[in-house]
């Protein structure tokens, strides 16, 4: 109930009443979200970060894809093995055309005609085909005879197309930044046609099969050079080369495909981004605004309309609780307003009466005849100084306890050697006045964490109180039980008891009921500063009277009991 009365006095907004706002702050924060986008990127660093992070990890990834050179590698591997194969094939059909008894030379045309064999081999575009003789002169190649075409292949994928500039773009600045990374001057482009073959040519003499790897204007040449062996050892090198640039074009066409899936996650990853941004920077946004709004730009003085915060508590996620924490704190502050305001107007009309007694005392002092009617005036006065002072002490003391309670640290003690000591000086001021003072307290030790002076503060009122509403003749008990996770302490006496319609407002701060011969000796604020330590404690405490009966409600009090009860 008191958080629902906090909130209800903390004039906060709920639910739809935030959409149709009334007071000139929710216009201007309404009219701020209407003229916002989707997002406001120029006006949101978070939203800014949040999009920025999400396409930096994209970036990279994709990047990175494009620029790899593995399937480079795997495709330049694949084709040098079946160059290879394709130039050992040539060879075994040069050897196959070798007479069998007979001397050959590739050179002189003797036993074999290179050139004839060559044209009727069908190869296909792009490959060139060199026949060397065993001095490292040029028999014949594809280049100086009409080529054969090969025999179309039914099921094989067309050759691909071109490619965007975006991705010979990037490839140009990797190989750029690859060669600064390395230290390494770009390849030199070498000699071209059956020059470029020389050193391979005289590397396969020894009867093995050579591969290299060369580049020219357009792009990488990859070589495959194998002996051409007859009945009289090596006659000569044939070597195969590829076409200038055909692996790059490959691997820049799955660059292309990557390129494609990398700007399609790249929309993606934009149009999430913007989405999480706007659930998140748009809400944190309104929640700052509501707060700001409650000044002018400049911040000279306060609007007089309330701060309202959005209720955004229906989100399961830490905005939600943002906003209940904000709007907690919001009706916690204007309660705290609040009260302090009717602290005030308390303390301003408990003091009046003070005041106004002492003043009349004072101007009637003057008119005194009689020394009997000077010093009764005189013990008026005497007694309004001593209710006044009483009664700024005890505002003191209740205007510091909040921030007494905050930094005091609490500490673990033993509850019943606190009580005890309690009673046995109580039970002293108990017997000047006749009153029987009796103790029920457990012999095992009690032990909670808290204030212990505070604590104390609470029970000398407590047990002050009731020996004070006794006559000769009355008890007062002091008892305390443990009751699983808590501890009750109970302060009974055989007093009047307490007035019904007095039980919900004895804790009220200023509110006294006390006897016409006690009037003035109390503040009022006792039972309200107790309250206050009790709460801040995390325990409670009421005041109920003791009947004969509890079926009948209406019987006349055997006394008054006020009950505490505080964790363990």
């Known amino acids: 109930m008191t958080n629902r009365r906090a909130t209800e006095r903390a004039d906060i907004v709920l639910g739809e009443d935030w959409d149709r706002p009334q007071a000139s702050v929710e216009s201007e924060l309404r009219a701020a979200r209407a ?19 999400n396409l930096l990890a994209i970036l990279i990834l994709g990047v990175g894809f494009l620029l790899m050179n593995q399937f480079r590698d795997g495709l330049t591997v694949q084709r040098e093995r079946a160059l290879a194969v394709e130039a050992q094939l040539m060879a075994d059909v040069f050897e196959a055309n070798l007479p069998a008894s007979a001397p050959a030379n590739l050179t002189t045309g003797d036993g074999i005609d290179a050139e004839a064999v060559l044209s009727r081999i069908g190869l296909t575009d792009g490959v060139d085909v060199f026949v060397f003789a065993a001095d490292g002169s040029v028999v014949t190649s594809t280049q100086d005879i009409a080529r054969s075409a090969a025999r179309p292949v039914r099921g094989l994928q067309a050759q691909p197309g071109e490619t965007l500039l975006i991705t010979d773009f990037l490839n140009s600045v990797w190989t750029a930044l690859s060669s600064i990374m390395g230290g390494n001057a770009p390849a030199e482009v070498g000699p071209t046609g059956a020059a470029a073959h020389v050193d391979l040519v005289a590397a396969a003499l020894d009867g093995s099969t050579i591969l290299q790897r060369g580049s020219d204007t357009t792009g990488s040449v990859y070589a495959a050079a194998t002996p051409i062996e007859g009945p009289g050892g090596v006659l000569g090198v044939i070597v195969v080369t590829t076409a200038a640039g055909e692996i ?58 309330r701060v309202r915060i959005p209720d955004l508590t229906g989100r399961p996620d830490e905005i939600g609780r943002l906003s209940g924490a904000l709007r907690g704190m919001v009706g916690a502050l204007y309660d705290r307003i609040d009260s302090n305001e009717q602290f005030a107007a308390d303390v301003s009309h408990e003091i009046k009466n003070p005041l106004a007694s002492l003043r009349s005392a004072v101007g009637t002092l003057g008119f005194a005849k009689t020394d009997e009617q000077r010093a009764r005036l005189i013990e008026v006065i005497e007694h309004d100084v001593q209710r006044l002072d009483r009664l700024v002490s005890d505002i003191s003391n209740a205007s510091r306890l909040d921030s007494e309670l905050v930094k005091e640290e609490e500490e673990e003690f033993n509850l019943v050697r606190t009580l005890s000591n309690l009673s046995h000086y109580h039970a002293e001021e108990a017997a000047k006045k006749g009153v029987e003072f009796i103790t029920d307290l457990p012999e095992d030790e009690i032990r909670i964490a808290g204030l212990e002076g505070r604590l104390a503060q609470v029970f000398v009122n407590l047990i002050g109180n009731a020996i004070s509403f006794c006559d000769d003749g009355d008890a007062v008990r002091l008892w305390t039980r443990r009751r699983e996770n808590r501890v009750l302490i109970v302060v009974e006496d055989t007093g009047p008891g307490i007035p019904e319609e007095a039980l919900t407002k004895v804790f009220n701060r200023f509110y006294s009921e006390r006897p016409v011969q006690q009037f003035g000796n109390h503040s009022g604020l006792g039972l309200a500063i107790s309250k206050q330590i009790i709460e801040a404690h995390g325990g409670v405490i009421w005041a109920e009277n003791i009947r004969p009966t509890e079926a009948d409600v209406t019987s006349e009090p055997l006394g008054a009991r006020f009950v505490v009860g505080l964790p363990i």
């Open 35 to 53: 003229r916002r986008s989707f997002i406001s990127l120029n006006s949101s660093p978070l939203a800014r970060k949040i999009i920025l992070f």
């Open 248 to 305: 790059d074009q490959l691997a820049r066409v799955e660059q292309e495909q990557l390129l494609q899936m990398f700007a399609v996650a790249l929309l993606v990853s934009i149009g999430l981004s913007l989405v999480l941004a706007s659930t998140i920077a748009n809400p944190l946004s309104d929640l700052s605004a509501a707060a700001e709004l409650g000044r002018d730009k400049n911040a000279r003085k306060m609007s007089p309309t």
